[in-house]
Structure formats: C-alpha cells, structure tokens
C-alpha cells in the first residue's frame, strides 16, 4: 500500500511561482514511476509531467518550458516547480505512483492562478 499526499498548492498571481510536493509512503520509492497529474472544472484529468524510465521527464506541451519535476528519493518526494503561472493552469494538482501492482493516487491540491 502506498499512500500519497501533495502539499503546497494556494492563489497567486497570473506570472507567480508555486512548488508542489507529493511525499510518498513506502519502501520501495525510488522504483515507483512517479507522475503529476491536473483536472480543472468540468474538465478531463490530464497529464503534467512524468518521470519515464531512466529517470527521464516529459512534460505537457501546455507546461513544457515552465514546469519542473524532480524527485528525492532519500526523502520519499517527488516535487513540480510551476513558474510564469496562467489563470488556464487552475486545477487541482494530483501525483500518482506506478508500482508493479497498481497506480497509487492521493487527494490532490488545489492550484488557483487568479489576480
């Protein structure tokens, strides 16, 4: 069982920053294929940035160029640094984890991008 929980989420302004963190339970972390994920109102959940094999990321083209993923295995957490923030990047915020036996998701944080 792996249980996830984003922190970090809140309101900023339109070109602000924001850091989201997803700690995760567990022992075996540093296998997990780790992912963010989005779903804004009355929207599809759609895919952020992920953690590919190798350890490689890939992005949303809508993201790409403004948000980062890394990850600290030793700390269990996995991390997206959002810069130059849109009102369209509203959503609740959710990371996943890909184990060999399932995908693991936690509760989200929501993300409001408004001036």
């Known amino acids: 069982q792996v249980q996830l929980v984003e922190s970090g989420g809140g309101l900023v302004q339109p070109g602000g920053s924001l850091r989201l963190s997803c700690a995760a339970s567990g022992s075996g972390f540093s296998t997990y294929n780790m992912g963010w994920y989005r779903q804004a109102p009355g929207k599809q959940r759609e895919l952020v940035a992920r953690f590919t094999g190798g350890g490689s990321t890939s992005y949303a083209a809508s993201v790409k160029g403004r948000f980062s993923t890394s990850r600290r295995n030793a700390k269990n957490t996995v991390y997206l640094q959002m810069t130059s923030l849109k009102p369209e990047d509203t959503a609740i915020y959710l990371c996943?984890?890909?184990?060999?036996?399932?995908?693991?998701w936690g509760q989200g944080t929501q993300v409001t991008v408004s001036s």
């Open positions: 996943n984890a890909e184990t060999t036996m399932r995908i693991y």
